[in-house]
């Protein structure tokens, strides 16, 4: 569960802060409002593993575009196609 702090308790104490954010991220807040959070290193390099990167479908090429077409989701993914046509999530 992640827990609240002002800035100024982080400068305070910033080695307990460092601590806790081991286990839970730490909001910290500036000016009364979420400013930034401290995270365990492990979790900040499974956050970034999930970083995609976006390109336009213009800039693809026949050879792409085709593969796309072709290619085809396994039935353990139908839920997605589900999705798609209601446009609500599973979680929702």
């Given amino acids: 569960m992640a827990s609240t702090v002002t800035a100024a308790a982080v400068s305070k104490k910033f080695g307990a802060y460092q601590d806790a954010a081991v286990h839970g991220p730490v909001i910290?807040?500036?000016?009364?409002?979420?400013?930034?959070?401290?995270i365990a290193y492990e979790d900040y390099l499974r956050l970034t593993k999930r970083?995609?990167?976006?390109?336009?479908?213009?800039a693809l090429g026949d050879d792409d575009l085709a593969a796309i077409e072709a290619s085809e989701m396994g039935g353990s993914l139908d839920h997605l196609n589900a999705e798609l046509l209601t446009g609500k999530h599973a979680a929702d």
């Fill in 28 to 38: 910290v807040t500036k000016s009364g409002r979420p400013h930034t959070v401290l």
């Fill in 51 to 58: 970083d995609r990167r976006v390109e336009l479908t213009s």
